[in-house]
């Protein structure tokens, strides 16, 4: 299968980078200035007691080579509308597309664009950063992908993409019902998102001291309710998989919502935390610790 990964970012640049190290036809459709860093210094990834170089093959707007059979698409939120225009000539009629982002509402322009029988459901979980240098620093051995069909079992289209995206570096599976797999990662990220901007620290600081692992808890229950009330309730091993995480004790987990708050950048707060909390307001779901976060987070924006 011909890939064309979007964004060579933490995300798609460490699972594009895995999948190029294991010689499948992987290219890279990225802006101007990051192709420039990439053909600079190769795609690098490092942290975890590694150093690898990959050269990529890239690709921009101005000629992204297609049409590709498999599309990862793996921009943030800020990056969805240019990613869409530069995307469009890239798929053909045989094109399956497969988002990476955490949230629900990049589905609705992804559907809107290329219609919802190419777009599969995805999740993807790694804690990886950018670097200033461009390279890709890995800060935890997690690293799982997981993609299926939006309701229903594993098609044959999801076994053939599976069989493809399965290399070392990562654990690759199908799910029997993507759109819960997303909605079950969203609560994982709105939590950690709430918890670690809110109490500005780590993890490990954070469950430390009085009250902060009840603190974990209480607004992992209202994500959970949340989903719970949009048709997917989270499953107790689930839970409890999160609870270990946030609460692991000397933990230096933080959530990339955080890191990119602490490092005034552009961050997802409307993307991940907005979203959240309008879909909670339709379900009539109570979420005012995640609202607070939400208020604090729009304030830091207006004020830098």
């Given at each position: 299968m011909?890939?064309?990964?979007?964004?060579?970012?933490?995300?798609?640049?460490?699972?594009?980078?895995?999948l190029a190290q294991a010689g499948r036809d992987v290219t890279f459709l990225v802006r101007d200035g990051r192709a420039?860093?990439?053909?600079?210094?190769?795609?690098r990834i490092t942290g975890m007691g590694q150093s690898d170089i990959i050269r990529p093959s890239l690709v921009t707007a101005a000629d992204p080579a297609g049409p590709y059979d498999l599309?990862?698409?793996?921009?943030?939120a800020s990056g969805i509308t240019g990613a869409l225009a530069d995307l469009e000539p890239a798929v053909g009629e045989e094109t399956i597309v497969?988002?990476?982002l955490n949230g629900m509402a990049h589905m609705d322009a992804l559907d809107a664009a290329f219609g919802s029988d190419r777009v599969l459901g995805g999740i993807v979980r790694c804690?990886?950063?950018?670097?200033?240098?461009?390279?890709?620093?890995?800060?935890?051995?997690l690293a799982t992908l997981t993609i299926g069909e939006r309701k229903g079992p594993p098609?044959?289209?999801?076994q053939h993409a599976l069989e493809t995206l399965t290399v070392p570096g990562y654990d690759a599976s199908a799910t029997a019902d993507a759109l819960a797999s997303m909605?079950?990662?969203?609560?994982?990220?709105?939590?950690?998102?709430?918890?670690?901007?809110?109490?500005?620290g780590p993890v490990g600081a954070i469950v430390s001291v009085p009250g902060g692992v009840d603190f974990v808890?209480?607004?992992?229950?209202?994500?959970?309710?949340?989903?719970?009330?949009?048709?997917?309730?989270?499953?107790?091993?689930?839970?409890?998989?999160?609870?270990a995480m946030l609460t692991e004790t000397g933990s230096t987990f933080t959530s990339s919502l955080y890191r990119d708050v602490l490092a005034n950048l552009p961050n997802e707060a409307e993307h991940l935390l907005g979203d959240f909390t309008r879909r909670a307001r339709i379900l009539n779901v109570s979420t005012p610790l995640i609202e607070l976060a939400l208020m604090q987070l729009r304030v830091h924006a207006t004020i830098n």
């Open positions: 011909r890939i064309l990964v979007v964004g060579a970012g933490a995300t798609g640049g460490y699972f594009g980078a895995r420039d860093t990439l053909r600079r210094r190769g795609l599309v990862l698409f793996t921009v943030k497969v988002p990476f804690v990886t950063t950018i670097t200033d240098d461009g390279d890709i620093l890995q800060m935890n051995p098609t044959d289209r999801v909605w079950h990662k969203w609560v994982f990220i709105v939590t950690a998102g709430v918890v670690t901007c809110l109490l500005r808890h209480q607004v992992l229950a209202e994500a959970e309710a949340v989903s719970a009330a949009a048709g997917y309730p989270v499953p107790d091993s689930e839970t409890q998989t999160s609870l």
